[in-house]
């Protein structure tokens, strides 16, 4: 079984402030890392992904995450947030064999201040 | 290109009366399909999962049930609503396991 954890329920930050949020992640076997971001009323977008290859992946928004193996980590960040990126930010894990069912955390409050 | 539908967009039903909440999913085939639910400031919680046509996994026990007619549809139902079911309900696709779910916009219901 896997877990994720997103350490932060809540992050403030200024406009034109660097961010990062966190993600931990547990499994006995090798996953595949997802970022998601939710508007208001709205579903989940895809914002990044990590399958294979590089451990830095950029993904749409100016954002990018880093994949650490060894410490079972997926954390996203950008170096310049806007208002518009105030939203909710869910990391997910899927294994790279069995289920097809993610596993999602409970997603981390982004606020962007002015 | 993939697309996936989901309404209504909003809902207000009293409690006791039925659910029917319908997802269809534009250019694939086979998808994978997934019912979730968002309560209020919480996170996801799996309701049902589908690999194929008649083929659905319940995650939680509960008010609800879903059903795949078409390999494309997805609907979610319920015969009487509780005050509990009321939240935002996502419907969402994939292909295989290293691809990543798409989500349609959900529909926010509310039980009164």
């Known amino acids: ?114 | 290109s993939q697309t996936i539908h989901q309404w209504p967009a909003t809902l207000v039903q009293p409690v006791g009366s039925p659910l029917s909440l319908e997802c269809t999913v534009e250019g694939t085939s086979n998808p994978n399909l997934y019912w979730y639910r968002q309560a209020a400031g919480r996170g996801l919680q799996l309701l049902f999962y589908s690999v194929g046509i008649g083929q659905i996994s319940s995650e939680v026990p509960q008010n609800l049930s879903a059903s795949r007619p078409q390999d494309r549809q997805f609907i979610l139902s319920s015969k009487k609503l509780l005050l509990s079911d009321s939240g935002f309900y996502l419907c969402a696709w994939s292909l295989d396991r290293g691809s990543p779910l798409h989500f349609g916009n959900g529909t926010r219901l509310t039980v009164t």
């Open chain 1, 1 to 114: 079984a896997q877990s994720v954890t997103q350490l932060d329920s809540q992050v403030p930050v200024f406009e034109e402030a660097p961010v990062e949020l966190r993600c931990n992640y547990s499994s006995s076997v090798s996953v595949y890392l997802f970022w998601y971001v939710q508007y208001p009323n709205q579903g989940l977008q895809l914002l990044l992904k990590y399958l294979s290859g590089s451990t830095l992946v950029k993904g749409i928004n100016g954002f990018e995450a880093e994949f650490n193996k060894s410490q079972t980590s997926f954390h996203l960040r950008k170096p310049s947030v806007h208002i518009s990126d105030t939203a909710e930010y869910f990391c997910a894990v899927i294994p790279s064999g069995g289920s097809y069912i993610p596993t999602f955390g409970r997603g981390t409050s982004l606020i962007v201040h002015p």
